[in-house]
């Protein structure tokens, strides 16, 4: 079983629908967990961070934790084209919770 | 400096050859990652720095890698014996050194061995 698990995609969504992505993790001691955005041939950002359990809203994205089913997922609202772009969920594992894992990326793409 | 480098940007090699990659952090940055993506792929995990210590080396993919940081700031990974499997874009990120820090990423340093 992989560390991080996220489904590639694509996903294809049209322009001002709700993108909805996925992540499972299996370390269950895990205490932090970030949504980074990598556009094609680009170094990755981080557009969200989140620590416990519940909803964190920042503009048109909400970062969606539940520690117990070890599952986070970022939502985002009124997808544009520019919102096309691979979504990395990053998650804080090892000995002081300072190893960052990546999952493989889900591939977003936002018809205009 | 105002962002993490890298360097080279690219670099091509013969197999065979050992390279260098270079990775200077943001400045009070303690924390260092070395990452390796390879085209369509998500980012794998090689080692990470606290400090001039490197906790974690369990992500190195083989003995033919190398890394070390020196003074706490700059970091070199090294490929001996590069492979034509080694080809892959070689990311470096950095972080405050406590616990929830997000990574700042390098440009990336796009290895290809022919």
Redesign the interface.
């Known amino acids: 079983q992989k560390e991080v698990e996220q489904n590639s995609g694509p996903l294809s969504v049209p322009e001002g629908a709700i993108a909805s992505l996925n992540c499972t993790y299996s370390d269950r001691g895990s205490q932090s967990f970030f949504w980074y955005r990598q556009y094609s041939g680009k170094s990755p950002e981080l557009i969200m961070s989140i620590y416990s359990n519940g909803d964190k809203e920042d503009g048109r994205f909400t970062a969606q934790l539940n520690k117990a089913s070890q599952y986070v997922s970022l939502l985002i609202r009124d997808s544009q084209p520019s919102d096309s772009a691979t979504y990395l969920c990053a998650v804080n594992g090892g000995p002081g919770g300072f190893k960052t894992i990546f999952g493989a990326g889900t591939r977003l793409f936002v018809k205009a | 400096g105002a962002g993490v480098s890298q360097s080279p940007s690219n670099k091509v090699t013969e197999k065979g050859k050992d390279v260098e990659l270079r990775c200077d952090p943001i400045s009070g940055h303690t ?1 260092l ?1 070395w ?1 390796r993506q390879s085209l369509g ?3 794998e ?1 090689l080692i ?1 720095f ?1 400090g001039n210590s490197a ?2 080396k369990s992500g190195l993919p083989s003995d033919r890698f190398s890394a070390e940081r020196t003074g706490g700031s700059v970091s070199t990974l090294t490929i001996q014996r590069t492979q034509q499997e080694d080809s892959a874009v070689y ?1 470096c ?1 950095s972080s405050f ?1 406590r ?2 820090e ?2 700042f ?4 340093t796009q290895l290809s061995v022919l």
């Open positions: 924390a990652y990452y792929q998500g980012l995990f990470y606290q906790p974690d990311l990120a050194d616990q929830n997000k990574l990423f390098g440009s990336g």
